[in-house]
C-alpha cells in the first residue's frame, strides 16, 4: 500500500485545497501520473503517483482544505493490485475463486498485520487542521507551540491571523476566558423566497481569490499607505520605439514595449533612494542590495506577480523576454512558487484596461508598488506663450509612509519621471 501524500509546496505555504482528482477509486495508475491537482495561496500544482498500481481510497474530497504531509489517499500497490487487475478479468458468467470464497460460510481468515494496517481506518486530524487560518498564522503557531484551535479570533468568520497568534503567544491565558451567558436565540426566520424576476448566482470564491482579498486588506491595515502621484511627457520614449522597434524586434526576436523602460527607471530610482526597497522585519529596516522587480500580470484566477530576477543586471532585450514568459506562464496556470517569491518592488500597469488614475495597493511585505496608467494626448504649456498636444502618462507610487518619508516619496517619483523623458539616461542610471 502506497500513501497518496501533500507535498511539500514552499517554505510559506503549508495547506492548500484540492481543486480537482483526475482519478476515481479503482482505477489503474502507473509511476508518476498525474493524480490530483491543488490549488494554494499563489500556484495550483499536480500531484503524481509514487507507485504503480490502483487506487484503493481517496480520503478527502474536491474542495477540502489539506494540510502539507497529509494522507489524503492510498494506492493498493505489488500483488494485491495484480490480484485486483486479474479477478476483473474473469469471464462473463463465470465466478471469479474470490466469489466463490465468499458465498462458502467459514470462519473468518485471521488477518496478517499488513492486511490490518491496510484496512485501519485513517489517523483523526488535530483540531488545527479544520481551523481557518493564514499560512503566516500557521508558520508562527507552530514555531510558538501554540494550538490554533485555542488561539481566539476576532474576524467575523473566524480566521486566525499571525496577529491573533502573537498577542496570544505572548500573553493571553493558556485556556480561553470563559464565554458569557448567552441569550435565548430568536426562533429562525423562515428563508424569504426568491425573487423570480430578480434571479441571482452564487459561486464560491476561489482560493486564490480569497488569498488576494485578504493579503489585500492586511496590507492596508499593517501598513501606514499612502499615494503620491506625477506625470510623464511619453514623447521621448514613443519615438525611440518608433525609430528602433523594427531593429529591435530583428535583432532580439522580441519587441521593444514600455515595460522595459519602466523597469530600468525603477531600479535607478531604487538606487538613488534604497529605502523603497527595503522592508520592514520587527523592530529592524532590512535594506535589499538586489533588484528584483515584480510584474502584475492578469490571469484568469486573479492578479499574481511574478518576479523579473536582478533587473539591474539585464538589458531591454532581456527585460521584455523574462516578462512575456512570466506572463505566458501565468496564463497558462504554469508559474512556480520560485517565480513568485522574494519581489523588492513591484510595478503594475493599469493603463492596459483603460485606466486613467489610480491608487495601488502594497504587495507586502513590499513598501512600495508603481502603478503605471494610459497614455493619452492632452495640451501641455511647452512655454509662457506655446501649448502642444503631447502623449501623458499619470504614474503613481504608494509606499509605506513608516519607513519612507513624504519627501522621498515625492523625489523617487521624481527621480522615475527623469529618467522616462531621457531614455538615454537609463543607459546610465540603472
Known sequence: MSDIKVPEMGESVTEGTILRWTVAEGDAVQQGDVLLELETDKVNLEVSAESSGLIET?????????????VIGRIRTGDAAAS???????????????????????????????????????????????????????????EHGVELGSVPSADPIGRVYSGDVKTFAEGAPTSPPPAPPQPAAAPPKAPQAADPLKPVERQRMSRRRQTIATRLVEAQHNAAMLT????????????????????????????LGFMSFFTKAVVGALKAF??????????????????????????????????????????????????????????????????????????????VFGSLLSTPILNAPQVGILGMHKIQLR??????????????????????????????????????KELLEDPESLLIES
Request: hydrophobic letters at 40%; charged letters at 30%; proline letters at 6%.
Open 84 to 142: 485486483t487487475t486479474g479477478s476483473a478479468s474473469t469471464p462473463v458468467g463465470e465466478e471469479s475463486p474470490a466469489a466463490k470464497t465468499e458465498a462458502t460460510p467459514s470462519a473468518p481468515l485471521p488477518q496478517s498485520p499488513k492486511a490490518a494496517e491496510a484496512v485501519s481506518p485513517p489517523p483523526a486530524e488535530s483540531k488545527d487542521a479544520g481551523k481557518k487560518a493564514s499560512p503566516a498564522a500557521r508558520k508562527l503557531a507552530r
Open 58 to 70: 481517496r480520503l478527502r474530497q474536491e474542495g477540502d482544505t489539506v494540510q502539507v504531509g497529509e
Open 379 to 416: 495640451p501641455v504649456a511647452i512655454d509662457a506663450e506655446r501649448m502642444e498636444n503631447r502623449p501623458m502618462m499619470y504614474i503613481a507610487l504608494s509606499y509605506d509612509h513608516r519607513i519612507i518619508d513624504g519627501s522621498e516619496a515625492v523625489s523617487f517619483l521624481v527621480k522615475v
Open 228 to 255: 503620491t502621484f506625477n506625470e510623464v511627457d511619453m514623447t521621448a520614449i514613443l519615438d525611440v520605439r518608433k525609430r528602433r522597434k523594427d531593429n529591435f524586434k530583428q535583432k532580439y526576436d522580441v519587441n
Open 274 to 351: 534604497p529605502a523603497v526597497n527595503a522592508e520592514i522585519d520587527g523592530d529592524e529596516v532590512v535594506y535589499k542590495k538586489f533588484y528584483d522587480i515584480g510584474i502584475a500580470v492578469s490571469a484568469k484566477e486573479g492578479l499574481v506577480v511574478p518576479v523579473v530576477r536582478d533587473a539591474d543586471r539585464l538589458g531591454f532585450a532581456e527585460i521584455e523576454k523574462s516578462i512575456g514568459a512570466l506572463a505566458t506562464k501565468a496564463r497558462n496556470n504554469q508559474l512556480a512558487l520560485s517565480d513568485l517569491q522574494g519581489g523588492t518592488f513591484t510595478i503594475t500597469n493599469g493603463g
